[in-house]
């Protein structure tokens, strides 16, 4: 991936205005300082998301994986982009957040936020028991495998979707520390890693 420029990371104690909210992921997300570059974000609860910034040509420029403990704050300094449209792409394991950015001589503005909910397979560890409820997300065949932490499969099967049943899986005689559940259905994988 080519670099653009080198992305600031700046650690900001006060708000300002121009701010774009996505209430279900408890992200804020504002142009940091009138007249400036600084794209800033703040969550108030503990979160674990990616943070994609795009050209206007989809290049990738910047990405990072966030993981929070409690309040989080960061700011962005976009000033060495030049000036153009850019997009910000928050995505957690339920919802994707999209910022349109536009620079220009002086400033950055920011747009507001376009929310969409992501579906995926749900996956549920209670006692010795996982269950796996395909949340109506696949289509068509399903093709499920078993890793263990060391990538051996243990288990793999193909059957056909139904979004009404939920599949459980004995996990009590098992000597592994952790399972990685990989669904693939229409062309779509989703994968999770259960501790054990």
Not at 100 to 116: E, F, H, K, W
Not at 127 to 132: A, D, E, R, S
Not at 155 to 176: E, G, N, R
Request: aromatic share 8%; hydrophobic share 40%; glycine share 4%.
């Amino acid at each position: 991936m080519r670099k653009l420029f080198n992305f600031s990371l700046v650690i900001l104690t006060v708000l300002m205005a121009n701010v774009a909210k996505a209430d279900d992921m408890e992200l804020l997300v504002k142009v940091a300082k009138e007249n400036s570059k600084w794209v800033s974000f703040i969550t108030n609860d503990a979160k674990e998301f990616d943070v994609t910034l795009y050209a206007a040509d989809d290049e990738i420029l910047y990405q990072d994986h966030i993981k929070t403990i409690g309040n989080k704050f960061q700011t962005y300094d976009l000033s060495s982009l030049p000036e153009g449209a850019y997009q910000l792409k928050m995505e957690s394991s339920s919802k994707v957040v999209t910022y349109q950015i536009a620079i220009n001589a002086g400033n950055a503005v920011l747009s507001q936020p376009t929310v969409v909910e992501i579906k995926r397979p749900l996956l549920v560890k209670e006692n010795n028991m996982v269950t796996l409820d395909l949340n109506g997300v696949c289509a068509g065949q399903v093709e499920m495998v078993i890793y263990n932490e060391y990538n051996e499969k243990l288990h793999d099967d193909v059957y056909s979707s139904d979004s009404k049943v939920a599949k459980k899986f004995d996990v009590s005689k098992t000597m592994s520390k952790e399972l990685t559940f990989v669904i693939r259905s229409a062309g779509q994988e989703y994968s999770e890693t259960i501790r054990l």
